[in-house]
């Protein structure tokens, strides 16, 4: 994760942990979902924008695409290659290419990419509607784009609960927060990327909350049954696109269509 600008080795270990979480788990589950629905069954080119470890990227190689991983992070793409290297067949690992550096030093002739993944990565910059128009300038007409970042509802509901009014009131002001791993993060109002995504332009398909339900669980899924972890995420996906509650989540999942 993160841009040239931020510094995300200190913190791989604590990402790498978090996908072992309840929390990370809900994330990914959902995410995963939301994309079967819209993604094509041909093989495709997909852009995952400061990918980190590489969750997404394996899953995506295992159902036969092809990824191109952009993380400026040593650490973390020394986190990516051993995930790889020990649940990806061979085939399946030639189909990922590690990018070491920010998606702006991507080479000009990695375009028309069928996908792109922008996976809590915008809301770490410094202007983050820049950086989602940026990823996006790499897809061809009618690609999808996927973006998950901090939901600012939630957020606010999160630092009330936690009585942390110092950053309610930065919140307030300039809708920016600490997060678990302590980086400074922005959290967006769904309308903002509605309209973040619509200026591109692209046209949005869907979009759900991530974590409406799960976010104080703190706690393993190998410590819990399969059959309660499996009824937590079916409920996380039914009250996440809830058009009543979703804004609430501690993540936003937009997906969206390149118009041209």
Known sequence: ??????????????????????????????????????????PLRILDAGGGSGPDAAWLSELG??????????????????????????EQRQRITIFPRSIAHLPADQTDFDVALIHAVAMYQPKPADFIATVAQRVRPGGLLSVVEKGYYGTVGRVIREENFDELQQLERNQRSINKVAHEV????PEELQVILEALPAKIIAWSGIR?????????????????VQHLVDLEAE??????????????????????
């Open 212 to 228: 409406l339900l799960t976010d104080t669980l703190d706690t393993q899924v190998a410590m819990m049954e399969s059959s309660e």
């Open 65 to 90: 695409h092809e990824v191109v991983l952009v993380e400026p992070s040593a650490e973390q793409r020394n986190y990516a290659e051993r995930r790889f290297n020990f649940f990806l067949q061979p």
């Open 186 to 189: 922005y959290a967006f109002k």
């Open 239 to 260: 009250f996440g696109q809830h058009p009543d509650l979703r804004a609430g989540a501690q993540l936003l999942h937009f997906l969206a269509r390149k118009s041209h």
């Open 1 to 42: 994760m993160g841009s040239a600008s931020t510094n995300f080795d200190a913190a791989a270990e604590i990402f790498a942990d978090y996908g072992a979480s309840l929390r990370g788990y809900v994330r990914y589950q959902l995410i995963r979902r939301n994309l079967e629905a819209v993604l094509s069954k041909k």
